[in-house]
């Protein structure tokens, strides 16, 4: 069995539950202004509707836009707890890593791996503290950034006793 298409423009039948009506558009009085700036919001904006079961096209998106949302709200319910823990835990380990390399520039502690946090972020980049273990070059740092290539304009240094070190890395 085939099944019958919907009428979703102008002049073309409804088909909507059996619906025999002609689909028409509400004219807002407006003419078409494509000639000054195109398209113009009479072209793109059709409204169109079915005169005699009450279809409308906004009506329509309206109610798919709305059956959105509630999706979206409920996806959101269902992950907030989720995400919330995954959120607190990596706060956790920032202030942890804040505090070993603080710790390590200050020479109290020696790290065995590269240890880091973000300063700062921007567009283009961003600003990274962190401390590595002692007779690690600047080479390994950025590769460990994975800003061993030129157009990573990576910048920084790195102290040799205490193996602190800051990177700065721009990708514009």
């Known amino acids: 069995m085939t099944q019958i298409e919907v009428g979703v423009v102008k002049w073309e039948m409804c088909n909507r539950d059996g619906c025999t009506g002609i689909i028409d558009e509400h004219d807002d009085g407006l003419s078409c202004s494509c000639h000054i700036n195109p398209p113009c919001s009479h072209c793109e904006n059709h409204d169109q509707y079915c005169p005699e079961c009450g279809w409308s096209n906004v009506e329509e998106e309206n109610d798919a836009n709305e059956q959105r949302r ?4 409920e996806e959101e319910k269902r992950m907030r707890p989720i995400w919330d823990a995954r959120n607190a835990e990596l706060e956790r380990k920032r202030i942890e890593n804040i505090e070993l390399v603080d710790s390590a520039f200050e020479g109290k502690v020696k790290v065995d791996k590269i240890v880091s946090y973000v300063t700062k972020t921007w567009h283009s980049g961003y600003a990274v503290k962190g401390c590595a273990p002692i007779g690690t070059s600047w080479i390994d ?25 800051t990177l700065s890395q721009f990708t514009d």
């Open 70 to 73: 509630i999706r979206y709200a």
């Open 141 to 165: 740092i950025k590769k460990h950034f994975n800003a061993d290539y030129e157009e990573a304009m990576a910048r920084g240094s790195i102290d040799p006793i205490t193996g602190g070190f």
